[in-house]
Structures are given as C-alpha cells and as structure tokens.
C-alpha cells in the first residue's frame, strides 16, 4: 500500500485526511505521520524514508503554524514554496499530503491550549516564548487528525523533540515517537530551512556552529568532562568567527535539556547563534561512535 511517486493524495480538509487514513488503516497499513511547516529540504526527506521504513502509508503535513511565532516574528515571511514542497512529498513517497488552511486548524476562539513544561523554560523557550506551546498545541491537534501510529521528528531541533516526547508520555498519547538523525551538508552544515537566506560570506561563518561542537566532541574524548570547560571550548570558536553573534551554547542532557555536571557521552552541546540576520541552531551528541 506504498506510494509508488505518482498517486500521492493531497488532503486539504480535516475530514478528507481521517477518510484516506481510515481507508488506509483498512487496507491493513500502519499510519506513520511527518509533521512539517514546507519548504522541504533533504532533512525532511531523511523523515519521511524513516517513517516508509517503520510504517506502510505515510503521511505527511504542511502547516506553518501560527501559534508557534511571536508576534516580532515574520510569519508572512516564512517561506511556502506550494509546488516544490508538493513535488517533492510526491517524490519521496509520501502517501497522503495534508495541507490545511489556517482556518481549518484555527476555526475560531481556542480556549484549551497545551502547556510546555520546564524543558521549554530556557534555550529556544526563553528567546522565543511562548513559542513551544504553540509547537504542542498544533502538534497536538495533528496527532488528533491523523492518529498516527508512528510519528518521526528530527533531532535538529533537540528541545522541540524532547518536549514532544514529554507530551506523548505525560499525555498518554499511542503513538510511537522516532527522532532521526540530523542531516548535514558535506560541509557539515545541518540543513535547514533558513539556510536558503545566508549570504556565501554568512554560509562560511555558518560553518563554525558544527566546527564549534566538534570541538566539544573531541574534547570529550581527550577526557575533559567538566560542563564549564567544554562550553568555553565551543564558545572560542564561536567568538573567533566573524558575523557570529551567539544567543547560547551549552552541553545538557538530550532529555531534561537540563544543564548539570554529570556530562556523559549521551549528553548533547546545543549551540543557536545569530549569522548575519539569520538565527541557526545545532547540536551533537558530545562522546558515542556517532555525532546524533
Ligand atoms: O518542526 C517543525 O517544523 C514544526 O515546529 C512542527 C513540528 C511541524 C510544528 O509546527
């Protein structure tokens, strides 16, 4: 019951999804669900392989979500490429496209939202706040629609997976929660969708945040496991590089994103600096064989 890149369905409507998942869940498929805000690169195509590989009929959603930005924020900026965005969920087999309309997702005044607990008290929560309860709230809301039996998020945004995590334990959600790698250029630069908006000189500092984390990582394996140093090492990278303005750096545990002393080799370094005009963010697993 794959998709075979040419009968996609493109479901625009709440009931035109939860009538192509009930005829699919007939059939005998699994549901597995990629949520997304478009503008698709090669790192929601990693998602989507994840989610064919753990799932017979895969759904994938384009919303960008008003809820999640602040008001400071450029929503009607945010880049909504339609016909690429399709052409490329169609061409990495993704089964059924929902794309609802503000509208539909947001008929009218909400009085129930979902609240982000501690996790989203620092990081990305404190220099965007608000900005995780919106991420739960619509989540949330998909979850509801498309009743998934398998949903995958990327590691790339580390605290946003972790409090998805903490809202499908905490709420008793049935869905199974998959985090997948991060995605690099050859460069190393974890693609994302801002990327589109550096300059060559910005892409060349941009570089510096994984440079910065690789640093930790060998750190580590030298033996330096104390948070303080292995931050301070980060951050010289960081502070060498021109057109790097940070906002945090910070070695913490991959689930709590607390910051406390027992750094272990599952412990994460996120790192969110400004490049030119562009907010990036990162992280890496600092010891194990493997970077996420
Ligand atoms: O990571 C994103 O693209 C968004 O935060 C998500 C999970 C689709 C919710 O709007």
């Known amino acids: 019951m794959q998709n075979t890149a040419t009968d996609m369905v493109v479901a ?43 799932s017979s009929f895969t759904v994938m959603s384009i919303f960008v ?10 929503l009607a900026k945010y880049p909504r490429p339609v016909e690429d965005d399709e052409r490329m969920a169609r061409e990495s087999g993704v089964d059924l496209l929902f794309r609802p309309a503000v509208e539909d997702m947001y008929p009218g005044k909400r009085e ?32 509801n629609i498309v009743q998934p039996d398998i949903t995958v998020f990327g590691r790339k945004d580390l605290q946003q997976a972790a409090l998805v ?83 945090y750096l910070a070695v913490v545990s991959p689930t709590s994103l607390a910051r406390n002393d027992d750094v272990s080799k599952t412990s994460a370094a996120i790192v969110a600096a400004r490049v030119g005009s562009t907010r990036l963010i990162d992280n890496m697993t600092i010891g194990g064989d493997d970077e996420n």
């Open 112 to 143: 129930v939202t979902v609240a982000a607990g501690e996790i989203a008290s620092e990081w990305e929560g404190s220099s965007r706040p608000g900005h995780f309860d919106g991420v739960l709230t619509v989540v949330a809301k998909l979850f």
């Open 165 to 247: 995590a903490a809202m499908i334990h905490d709420l008793n959600m049935p869905v199974r929660m998959i985090i997948a790698p991060i995605v690099r250029e050859g460069d190393g630069l974890a693609l994302s969708s801002r990327n589109r908006y550096l300059s060559d000189d910005d892409r060349r500092s941009a570089l510096s945040l994984h440079s910065a984390l690789q640093e930790i990582r060998r750190a580590f394996a030298r033996g330096v496991t104390s948070t303080v140093e292995l931050e301070q090492i980060g951050r010289s990278v960081l502070d060498l590089t021109p057109n790097v303005r940070l906002d």
């Open 12 to 54: 625009t409507t709440i009931t035109g999804v939860r009538e192509s998942v009930a005829n699919a869940r007939a059939m005998g498929s699994t549901i597995g669900f990629v949520p997304t805000m478009g503008a698709l690169h090669k790192g929601h195509l990693s998602l989507v392989e994840r989610a064919r590989k753990e």
């Open 65 to 74: 979500n008003p809820l999640q930005f602040a008001p400071t924020e450029d």
